[in-house]
């Protein structure tokens, strides 16, 4: 069961000069209750798309086309189209998103526990009259410290700290709390551990599978780390220029590695291609999003490249067991890599 479906998404920043298409036509699912992962160089438009789940494009972003519908038991919401009073409640309630670098978000005069509660009473009001409840600061505290307790915090001293009393990793953790607050369906976490040490990473990953499993919270995982795709998420789409570039289970993808840019990011990772010897680097530069090579945008870079990929762009060809590839080289279904 999906619990987002994006269809064919273009999203232009619309600048004085010119207009950059930062996505361009990607179209992939989301599953209730699993974690998807994006992946791709910086650029390559994981924050655009993710952030036109929440209709929040930085300005001066837009969706030029394409959907992004929010699937809540019955009922389809349409996020493209949601006005600007019911997407205040949709965010955090329903989907809630932890930003790239969200550690400084948090507000430096407040302390923990108040910036949560203040969060509640705002959120309070979004509800429908009939089932609206006071929230009282006990109810909020055992709500709070619930939540810290769930992400490994010590409560007591966490909620009555200013953020510059916690670490890196902590402040972290308080932002994944912080995305439980309201039971949202759904969680984007835009690169979680930039910035956090080798262990303190782990923990984090480890910690946001645990929450995944016991809560049934499903989650996007914005990343250019393909190992931690590897490891952690259950579903993944490789980025390039903007466009989707293959999508499908963790064990499809990884265990086929049909796109040429995703088996050489498989191939140039040292955690998964354990024999140092034999990384090869991806060669030349990731794309000028303003200067697009023609047909393929992966074509300057492919070491498959055929005449066919300099001039036409290929669509995206689906497997049966919902694996897309977006190359010429899987057009008849047969994997020419290999021959
Ligand atoms: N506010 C903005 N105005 C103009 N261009 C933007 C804006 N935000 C992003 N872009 C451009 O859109 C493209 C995609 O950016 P995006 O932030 O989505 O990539 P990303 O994959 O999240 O990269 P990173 O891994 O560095 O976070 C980039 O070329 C970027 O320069
Ligand atoms: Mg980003």
Known sequence: MNIVEIRNI???????????????????????????????????????????LLNCISSPGQIVSGSVTFKDGEREIRVESLDENSLNAFRWEKISMVFQGAQSALNPVVTIFNQFYETMLVHENYKPKDSRVKITKEAAEKRVRYLLDFVNLDADRVMAAYPHELSGGMKQRVMIAFSLLLDPSLIILDEPTTALDVITQDFIFRLLRKINRETGVAMLLLTHDISVVAKYADYVGVMYGGRLMEYGAVEDVFRDKLHPYTRGLINSTPAINKDVSLLKPIGGEPPNLLDMPSGCKFHPRCPYCREECKTIEPETFSKENGHKIKCFLYSDGEDKCRI
């Open 10 to 52: 273009v999203i232009d920043y619309k600048l004085k000069k010119y207009s950059l298409r930062a996505v361009d036509n990607v179209d992939f699912d989301i599953a209730a209750g699993k974690i998807t992962a994006l992946v791709g160089e910086s650029g390559s438009g994981k924050t655009t798309i993710a952030s036109s």
